[in-house]
């Protein structure tokens, strides 16, 4: 396996035009080599710790349930307003289906805000039951998004 030269000055050159632009993401195919330059924030968003009432009333899209999401004590609520995202890019699978075992910390939603993409992570460790909400939907703060058990 030959060793991989990485071209710094392709590099800066991206960089800056990440800079200079109001791009968040630059990718950059050519044959084997990939370059993908991002940035955006990287804190993790954690949510409410109190039972808070979504703003909308969503149905869980795989399972029928009678009680309110916001009730369950393993519902993971949006942080923020924004567009949320169930995959990291339209080409990959997303983040997390029902029946799924989740850990704590683990990414399971993106939620763009003011465009930047902000990692949703899962709040406790378990089964995702049901997800409340579609890709590329608006969500609102204190939005039900998840439930996992």
């Known amino acids: 396996m030959a ?4 071209d710094t ?3 800066r050159e991206l960089a800056d035009m990440l800079n200079d632009t ?14 993908k330059l ?14 808070i009432e979504p703003v909308t009333t969503k149905e869980p899209i795989a399972e029928e349930t009678n009680n309110d999401p916001s009730d369950h004590p393993g ?3 949006s942080p923020m307003v924004g567009t949320i995202y169930t995959s990291p890019d339209p080409e990959s699978d997303t983040f997390i289906k029902i029946g799924d075992n989740v850990t704590a910390g683990q990414t399971i939603f993106i939620v763009e805000a003011m465009k930047v993409m902000n ?3 899962a709040v406790n460790g378990g089964t995702v039951k049901a997800i409340l909400v579609e890709n590329q939907h608006p969500v609102e ?3 039900a998004l998840v439930i996992i058990e």
């Open 119 to 121: 990692q949703i992570h």
């Open 75 to 77: 519902t993971v609520f």
């Open 38 to 51: 991002s940035r955006g924030s990287n804190a993790v968003h954690m949510a409410p710790t109190m039972t």
């Open 3 to 6: 060793k991989m030269q990485v």
């Open 141 to 143: 703060y204190g939005e």
């Open 22 to 35: 109001d791009l968040s993401e630059i990718k950059v195919e050519d044959g084997e080599l990939k370059i």
């Open 9 to 11: 000055k392709l590099i």
